[in-house]
């Protein structure tokens, strides 16, 4: 994208219909580290990419949860993802208080996809700079969407935002049509084997990634980094090997942790 | 900076105009209701009057209503107010409509918000002066509930309002069970309205059974009970004490 004479304010169009700053506050989501979702018909997995500013930080939390029954992942500018993050659980307690019921998912997105509106339709505002992946549940099952700074929203069975996303999204885009009835197991694992695609070679530890569970009967939680290296462990016998190692576990669920299994040779991943 | 004091009528604690605004007592008023759940959803009756202090005036008033798909109310006490409760209801279902979504208010979300304002009412000194049973089946599980004017409120297997907590609760407690059939609970049901008609001034000879179940509300057309005054005791009421009444 190039500077041009439509750019400056979020309330002027271009000739070809087209508003610039929106379209600049979506690449800013694009800049931030990636963020995940899938969901099968019981439960919705998120997924985060841990990034630290530096060595000698902490990483940025970027999955909140927002009530038991649901939980966002964001990418962007941090901030207006904290801010969104507790629009929604205000939204959410409010409706509990009011109606001691869980706020359906779907219109909960719906009030956040008009405040993101609000923003592109004020000189005084600007955009907010940040993808929300909310995943959630309500009475007619599982659900996964993704919010944009343009006020759009979208349900997905599967979908990645942030850097890199696009290998996240072609390994989702093979395996997506047998998650709706993927056991929770697996759907994590997919979640833990999408984040590796983003990470482009680098070996995939627990430290490097933030998983979050939700379903029915299972109120919004992380899973610790135990649980998360146990997963990896299954498929990361040799770190070099392509899926081939995951596709061959697909009943081993949580097989015997070998911490640093990273050099080991002595199973081939085919015969577990 | 100027700064302005406004001027503000509704303090209807303290201000003698404003108490023009708010309920101090009720007029037109309807007696009790009776509810109870039975095995495929909750059964509720009422009588059709409305009393205007002693007076019976009106004899055709419809207490109790259907609300969305999955609930009934039933109202006792101002009638008035149970009218304005249920243009409330009116536009909290309206907008559960509109989002068009799959998702609908439950009995159990009616009840709640229903208890949200009748206690923030209470809270300004300004009550709806209604005690209300809320009845409902949604996703094969029944739901009765009671909201009373000061915003107490709780669940129940049967729940009763006014006269009925002290004549009809206690033929419940003793011969209500789970799974009564349609049959067994409206026999039931009728035992209780009849004691009430006996013994309660403000009751009519007119009532109407709902019923609740998955498929919906049905409202029976009004019928009255058969009543017997032929007991020897009402024949000479005073021939033990002679000068009472």
Known sequence: MFRNQYD???????????????????????????????????????????????????????????????????????????????????????????YESPLPVGRLVVRLADKAQVCTQRSWKRPYGVGLLVGGLDESGAHLYYNCPSGNYFEYQAFAIGSRSQAAKTYLERRFESFNESSREDLIKDAILAIRETLQGETLKSSLCTVSVLGVDEPF???????????????????????????????????PAEQGGAGDQDVAPMEM | MTFTIPIDNGDSVKNAEADSQRTLYPYVTGTSIVAIKYKDGVLMA????????????????????????????????????????????DELVLNDNMWDDGNSLGPKEVHNYLTRVM???????????????????????????????????????????????????????????????????????????????????????????????????????????????????????????????
């Open chain 1, 8 to 98: 400056t304010d979020v309330t002027t169009w271009s000739p070809t219909g087209r508003l610039f700053q929106v379209e600049y506050a979506m690449e800013a989501v694009k800049q931030g580290s990636a963020a995940i979702g899938l969901r099968s018909r019981s439960h919705v997995v998120l997924a985060s990419v841990n990034k630290a500013q530096s060595e000698l930080s902490s990483h940025q939390r970027k999955i909140f949860k927002v009530d038991d029954h649901i939980g966002v992942a964001i990418a962007g500018l941090t901030a207006d993802g904290r801010v969104l993050s507790r629009y929604m659980r205000s939204e959410s307690i409010n409706h509990s208080f009011t």
């Open chain 1, 221 to 255: 939680h992380f899973l610790d980094q135990e649980s998360i290296q146990k997963v990896i462990d299954t498929f990361e016998k040799v770190p070099e090997e392509e899926e081939d190692g995951g596709e061959a576990e697909a009943e081993a669920a949580a097989a």
């Open chain 2, 119 to 245: 206690y923030n009412r209470r809270n300004k000194f300004n009550p709806l002066w209604n005690t209300l049973v809320l009845g409902g089946v949604k996703n094969g599980e029944s739901y009765l509930g009671m909201v009373s004017m000061i915003g107490v409120s709780f669940e129940d297997n049967h729940v009763a309002t006014g006269f009925g907590n002290h004549l009809a609760r206690p033929i419940l407690r003793d011969e209500w069970h789970a799974d009564l059939s349609f049959e067994d609970g409206v026999k039931l049901l009728e035992k209780c309205m009849r004691v009430l008609l006996y013994r309660d001034r403000s009751a009519i000879n007119k009532l109407q059974i709902a019923k609740i179940t998955e498929e919906g509300v049905t409202v029976s057309q009004p019928y009255s009970l058969k009543t017997f005054w032929e007991f020897k005791a009402f024949n000479n009421p005073t021939a033990g004490a002679e000068g009472s009444w």
């Open chain 2, 46 to 89: 009422s009588d059709m009057g409305g009393s205007y202090g002693s007076t019976l005036r009106y004899k055709n008033i419809e207490r109790m209503k259907a609300i969305g798909k999955h609930s009934l109310l039933g109202a006792s006490g101002e009638i008035s107010d149970f009218q304005e409760i249920l243009r409330y209801l």
